[in-house]
């Protein structure tokens, strides 16, 4: 697969507020430390709404391994929505959406994107690596919401233990 679009759609329920999802999502400079194919991933520049950022990862399904470097522009709506696009890296486009969307028991994140991979993938490989590549991640980052969202709420004093009767 060279020059095929891929679109990838993910949407689920994460059970923690738009702030606390918005959080895990833009921080950028951190994401290596919860999302584990990535290995590089560094905030370049931000203005404003504006921010740049430089990933390096791998993409892999089985035995296929493809790595990908990016430099893209994020549009960020707090905590609504951020749209990107891809101004360099080893694909020939990337777009993609993210939505929060607040709802009863916590936050559903939208995500739409289409990749245009600039390299041979094999054909029924490449789109199959791309969509689990994707799901990963957000799986990842639905579980760093959790992490964080557990760590940062108050821990309860242990119970008193009963007196010990003589």
């Known amino acids: 697969m060279q020059g095929e679009e891929v679109i990838v759609e993910v949407n ?13 999502l833009t921080d950028y400079d951190n994401a290596t430390r919860f999302i584990t194919n990535l290995e590089k991933s560094v905030v370049l520049s931000r203005s404003g709404d504006t921010m740049v950022v430089s990933q390096k990862g791998d993409v892999s399904l089985g035995p296929f391994s493809v790595s990908v470097d990016t430099v ?16 360099s890296g080893s694909m020939k486009s990337h777009a993609a959406t993210t939505r929060l969307i607040a709802e009863a028991g ?19 490989i490449g789109p199959a690596m791309i969509r689990h590549e994707a799901r990963l991640r957000f799986r990842q980052l639905h579980d760093e919401i959790l992490r964080r969202k557990d760590a940062a709420r108050p821990q309860q004093p242990a119970a008193a233990a009963p007196p010990v009767a003589p």
């Not at 994460?14 to 918005?22: D, I, K, Q």
């Not at 893209?72 to 101004?87: F, V």
């Open 72 to 87: 893209t522009e994020i549009r960020l709506k707090p905590p609504e929505a951020m749209h990107s696009r891809m101004l």
């Open 106 to 124: 916590g936050t559903r994140i939208v995500h739409q994107a289409q990749s245009n991979p600039d390299m041979w993938i094999p054909p029924l």
């Open 12 to 24: 689920f329920l994460v059970p923690a507020t738009r702030e606390e999802t918005w959080a895990v």
